[in-house]
């Protein structure tokens, strides 16, 4: 194990991946000689050269068709949209192309592309610079949606979205990318569809995603001191969705709480409270809470756009109310 932080490990994954396969070439703006706008790239410029990391113009509609024909032809493009704002230009080539390929043509074209951008709330970037946009893709037949949260699973979820043969959305929170921790070295592949229990605990159950896992785990270590048992779950990917082991620990607790920055209205916290009420209806002991961002543009302004997002104070005041039910 050797510590780094998010954005290195994802960088050194795609390092690794492009020495392996040739066929892995990357597309977005400023991804060559400058290394991308989040150093997602530094370096490998001099490795790989322009033919494997091409610069484009501000034209996503059209280099995402580009690498949706290069994918369903032989190569693995990973697509760096920088922001993932970005991607909405692009979004009728993505939902007609990119996602039903591999039906349209029953199986005999794969599609392995990567998109990859930064997203969330945070730095003061405004509402053109802060979105998300997971819940649309999962809601999308022909995408996986993965939202790591540590630098271990930043490596090893790109390096399983690179070698899968669909399309991949991945998603990486601005908040996080200067986050260090633990990475194993080498050969290090995350499986889709397996949640991660970062905090074992009796008394609720916490679902978080993207950068609210840190948050609520920060929260559960303060409430472990009030003898307040918080088990916290990072599902990792969205699409699949790991809803078993979700399900395992309501069975456990009696309690859930859906912790999540984008907008409650359908929402991941909806869908997961849809599932669990179908399937485990009978071991809640109480009803299901979400805490979402606030349902509005992002600001500009950092004391309202810090007021958008769900904080430590909310988390905790949630898990208290839902305790008290």
């Given at each position: 194990?050797?510590?780094?932080?998010?954005?290195?490990?994802?960088?050194?994954d795609?390092?690794?991946?492009?020495?392996?396969?040739?066929?892995?070439?990357?597309?977005?703006?400023?991804?060559?000689?400058?290394?991308?706008n989040?150093?997602?790239?530094?370096?490998?410029?001099?490795?790989?050269?322009p033919?494997?990391?091409r610069?484009?113009?501000?034209?996503?509609?059209?280099?995402?068709?580009?690498?949706?024909?290069?994918?369903?032809?032989?190569?693995?493009?990973?697509?760096?949209?920088?922001?993932?704002?970005?991607?909405?230009?692009?979004?009728?080539?993505?939902?007609?192309?990119?996602?039903?390929?591999?039906?349209?043509?029953?199986?005999?074209?794969?599609?392995?592309?990567?998109l990859?951008?930064?997203?969330?709330?945070?730095?003061?970037?405004?509402?053109?610079?802060?979105?998300?946009y997971?819940?649309?893709?999962?809601?999308?037949?022909?995408?996986?949606?993965?939202?790591?949260?540590?630098?271990?699973?930043?490596?090893?979820l790109?390096?399983?979205?690179?070698?899968?043969?669909?399309p991949?959305?991945?998603?990486?929170?601005?908040?996080?990318?200067?986050?260090?921790?633990?990475?194993?070295?080498?050969?290090?592949?995350?499986?889709?569809?397996?949640?991660?229990?970062?905090?074992?605990?009796?008394?609720?159950?916490a679902?978080?995603?993207?950068?609210?896992?840190?948050?609520t785990?920060?929260?559960?270590?303060?409430?472990?001191?009030?003898?307040?048992s918080?088990?916290?779950?990072?599902?990792?990917?969205?699409?699949?969705l790991?809803?078993d082991?979700?399900?395992?620990?309501?069975?456990?607790?009696?309690?859930?709480?859906?912790?999540?920055?984008?907008?409650?209205?359908?929402?991941?916290?909806?869908?997961?409270?849809?599932?669990?009420?179908?399937?485990?209806?009978?071991?809640?002991?109480?009803?299901?809470?979400?805490?979402?961002?606030?349902?509005?543009?992002?600001?500009?302004?950092?004391?309202l756009?810090?007021a958008?997002?769900?904080?430590?104070?909310?988390i905790?005041?949630?898990?208290?109310?839902?305790?008290a039910?």
């Open positions: 194990m050797g510590e780094m932080t998010f954005v290195a490990a994802a960088r050194e795609l390092d690794e991946e492009m020495a392996r396969d040739p066929s892995v070439f990357v597309m977005g703006q400023g991804i060559g000689a400058r290394g991308g989040f150093n997602t790239t530094m370096g490998l410029f001099e490795k790989y050269g033919e494997r990391l610069d484009v113009p501000i034209a996503e509609r059209g280099f995402v068709g580009m690498c949706t024909g290069a994918a369903a032809t032989g190569t693995r493009p990973v697509v760096d949209f920088m922001f993932v704002d970005f991607i909405l230009d692009a979004m009728g080539e993505l939902i007609n192309q990119t996602a039903k390929l591999q039906y349209m043509s029953s199986g005999r074209l794969t599609m392995p592309i990567v990859r951008g930064c997203y969330g709330i945070g730095r003061a970037s405004a509402t053109h610079h802060s979105g998300a997971y819940p649309i893709f999962v809601h999308l037949p022909g995408f996986r949606v993965a939202v790591p949260t540590t630098p271990a699973d930043a490596k090893g790109l390096k399983t979205a690179i070698r899968l043969e669909d991949v959305l991945f998603l990486e929170h601005k908040s996080l990318l200067n986050t260090k921790g633990s990475v194993p070295e080498g050969e290090h592949l995350v499986p889709f569809g397996e949640a991660w229990v970062a905090r074992r605990g009796t008394h609720l159950t679902v978080a995603i993207g950068s609210m896992v840190p948050r785990l920060e929260v559960a270590g303060r409430l472990a001191a009030e003898e307040v918080v088990e916290v779950i990072d599902p990792r990917t969205l699409a699949p790991d809803i082991t979700i399900l395992e620990s309501v069975h456990r607790t009696g309690r859930l709480l859906i912790v999540d920055e984008t907008y409650a209205p359908c929402g991941i916290g909806a869908e997961i409270a849809a599932q669990v009420v179908d399937r485990s209806f009978d071991d809640l002991d109480a009803p299901i809470r979400r805490l979402n961002g606030l349902h509005t543009p992002i600001p500009y302004s950092p004391p756009e810090a958008v997002v769900p904080t430590t104070e909310a905790a005041q949630a898990i208290r109310d839902l305790l039910e």
